[in-house]
C-alpha cells in the first residue's frame, strides 16, 4: 500500500512540475525592433524609446551567428540570472537576457552592447505597475504548486482505497452473518 501510494505522489509530483516548468515563464518577451548597425540589421528588444514594459521582461537581441556580442550593461545595473541562445533562423541567434529580478516599476533603462566591436544602446521605460499573468505565478511557484496538489491527490487515493477496503469488510461480515442464519 506504501509504495503503491508513493508511486503515486511520485507521478503525479513529476507529471505536473515538469508541465508547468515547461510550459511557464516567469517573464514577459517584448515587442521586437530592428535596430540598423553598419548596415545590418539587428532586432532587439524591449523596443528603443517604449514605454509601458511589463517588469518581468526578458532583455532580447537576435544578431548574426558570426557576431560577437559583448559588454552588455544594463543601467541602472541589473544582475543577468539566465541567458538563453537559440538559433532563430539560417544564419542569426536570438540571444534572451533574463534578469535575475523583475525589473523595478516605473524605471528608465539603458541597454548597451558590443556587437561586431560597434557600440549599440537602446532605452525603455518600465510600467508604473507590476501585475504579473497567471504564468507568472505558475512559474514561480511550480516546485509547491506541484507538491501541494500531489500530496492531494495521494490523500484522496489513500482515502479512496481505505473507504472500499471497510466497505469490503462491511460487505463480508453482512455475507457471513446472513449464512449463520440460514
Avoid at 511589463?54 to 551567428?65: E, G, H, Q, R, V
Avoid at 545595473?77 to 516599476?105: A, C, M, W
Amino acid at each position: 500500500m506504501f509504495l503503491f501510494l508513493a508511486l503515486i505522489f511520485s507521478v503525479s509530483f513529476l507529471t505536473l512540475f515538469l508541465a508547468i516548468f515547461f510550459s511557464q515563464s516567469a517573464y514577459s518577451m517584448p515587442p521586437i525592433y530592428t535596430l540598423e548597425v553598419n548596415g545590418m540589421g539587428v532586432k532587439v528588444g524591449p523596443q528603443p524609446n517604449s514605454t509601458g514594459i511589463s517588469p518581468d521582461t526578458a532583455i532580447i537581441i537576435d544578431a548574426l551567428t558570426s557576431v560577437s556580442l559583448a559588454n552588455l550593461q544594463i543601467t541602472p545595473y541589473v544582475s543577468i540570472g539566465r541567458l538563453d541562445s537559440e538559433n532563430s533562423g539560417p544564419l542569426t541567434y536570438l540571444n534572451k537576457f533574463y534578469p535575475s529580478q523583475p525589473l523595478e516599476p516605473a524605471s528608465f533603462y539603458t541597454v548597451s552592447v558590443s556587437i561586431m566591436n560597434v557600440p549599440v544602446s537602446w532605452s525603455f521605460t518600465t510600467s508604473d505597475v507590476f501585475s504579473p499573468g497567471i504564468g507568472f505565478h505558475l512559474a514561480t511557484n511550480a516546485l509547491w504548486i506541484a507538491l501541494g496538489i500531489s500530496a492531494l491527490a495521494t490523500l484522496i487515493v489513500a482515502f479512496t482505497i481505505r473507504l472500499r477496503s471497510k466497505v469490503k469488510s462491511n460487505l463480508q461480515c453482512e455475507l457471513t452473518d446472513s449464512s449463520d442464519v440460514f
